[in-house]
């Protein structure tokens, strides 16, 4: 089993940064890339962008691109959305998802929430 614990959400102004942790506890050497996703009130959940476990590669959603960065810190097992410029249609409850055993995104973290005001 894998343990996700998201943090570092909260309210920021348009145009302004935020940092969230994606935390992994539990089997870790068996994460092959971690996710991150959000979710709008009334709106289906959105890719955001991933990272394999390694920390090498990532990818992005268009929407992100340029604005969002993931990495990750080896020694803590946690990764991170830094988050730059943000707009209020990036208000959303964000989440990090582990591929574990081939199983593609089939651990969850509670979610955090980004409130992005204007």
């Known amino acids: 089993q894998v343990q996700l614990v998201e943090s570092g959400g909260g309210l920021v102004q348009a145009g302004g940064s935020l940092r969230l942790s994606c935390a992994a506890s539990g089997r870790t050497f068996s994460i092959s890339s971690i996710g991150w996703f959000r979710q709008a009130p009334g709106k289906q959940r959105q890719f955001v962008g991933q990272i394999d476990w390694s920390g090498i590669n990532t990818y992005y959603a268009d929407s992100v691109k340029g604005r969002f960065t993931i990495s990750r810190d080896n020694n803590k097992n946690t990764m991170y959305l830094q988050m730059n410029n943000l707009k209020p249609e990036d208000t959303a409850v964000y989440s990090c998802?582990?591929?574990?055993?081939?199983?593609?995104?089939?651990?969850w973290g509670q979610g955090t929430q980004v409130t992005v005001s204007s």
């Open positions: 998802a582990a591929t574990v055993g081939g199983q593609v995104y089939n651990n």
